[in-house]
């Protein structure tokens, strides 16, 4: 729980940022200007800065945490249904505060559309970024950035330290992805935003990826993807834990692993329940 909260907000802090604070105040300098939906006529220069301003900064914290409950509740990044659960999470909360804020902040001046007219139109524009942000992330998945955590069950992403490619390695194709010091037998995989963190029993190497692809690559490797976020190697389990109802892999490395309820029976007939 700690390793989430300190995840959103690191992402808050890299959207409000110089570059973040920049690209919302952009956008409502084109709102102002531009004056759409009747504020050009209701309200005057410096009245629509700053209605747009305020609906920009809070477009950008609801919309960041609309995408971050799409990922919370399972949906993997780079993935369409992610984009749109994110989408629709992002859209009724900004839709919510733009009415509240047209009613109560300014309804001596303004109407507030039907919500459902102010649904329509921000969930395009939403669904509009998020479309985007996924075709500008998907070239990178075929990179070859890697990096290297000195911490074999960190679940952390590792920060980039300019890794040269590694030589090829024998075993999985995916092993041939682990530099020099990171190599040796692979134990665990998950995903840790569009990287995917690969466990050895030496470290961890980030590396720009889609899980199911990684997974293909531990060609030759008997092992089982027991959440959407996560595969392990068969000789990485060293035992099942159960927590208040939840249901976790106990790894030779010490880390414990969370199994989702569609996997069970998949251990159960490999005899690990």
Not at 79 to 104: D, E, H, K, P, Q
Not at 146 to 151: A, I, K, R, V
Not at 161 to 168: D, L, Q, R
Request: glycine share 12%.
């Amino acid at each position: 729980m700690r390793r989430k909260a300190r995840k959103i907000l690191s992402t808050y802090r890299t959207a409000l940022s110089l570059e973040g604070i920049a690209i919302a105040g952009i956008a409502a300098l084109i709102a102002t200007v531009t004056g759409p939906f009747g504020t050009y006529s209701a309200m005057g220069f410096g009245g629509r800065f700053a209605y747009w301003g305020l609906i920009s900064v809070v477009s950008v914290l609801l919309g960041i945490a609309g995408f971050k409950i799409a990922r919370m509740i399972g949906h993997e990044r780079d993935s369409a249904r992610y984009t749109f659960v994110g989408s629709m999470f992002a859209t009724g909360g900004i839709s919510a505060a733009v009415w509240g804020l047209t009613r109560f902040g300014f309804g001596h001046v303004l109407q507030p559309p039907p919500i459902w007219f102010l649904f329509a139109n921000v969930f395009l524009i939403v669904a509009g970024v998020g479309i985007i942000l996924q075709l500008t992330r998907r070239p990178a998945r075929q990179g070859t950035d890697q990096t290297f955590q000195p911490d074999p069950i960190s679940g952390n992403c590792a920060t980039p330290p300019g890794a040269n490619s590694a030589p090829e390695t024998p075993g999985p194709r995916l092993a041939r992805r682990l530099p020099e010091g990171g190599e040796g037998t692979i134990l665990h995989l998950s995903v840790c935003d569009h990287h995917v963190d690969i466990h050895t029993e030496n470290g961890t190497t980030s590396v720009r990826m889609r899980l199911g692809d990684a997974i293909e690559a531990m060609d030759g490797v008997e092992g089982m993807r027991v959440h959407r976020s996560h595969w392990v190697a068969r000789e990485a389990i060293d035992g099942v834990v159960r927590e208040q109802g939840r249901l976790f892999l106990r790894l030779t490395t010490g880390a414990q692993v969370p199994v989702s309820r569609g996997a069970r029976p998949m251990l159960e007939e490999a005899g690990l329940l």
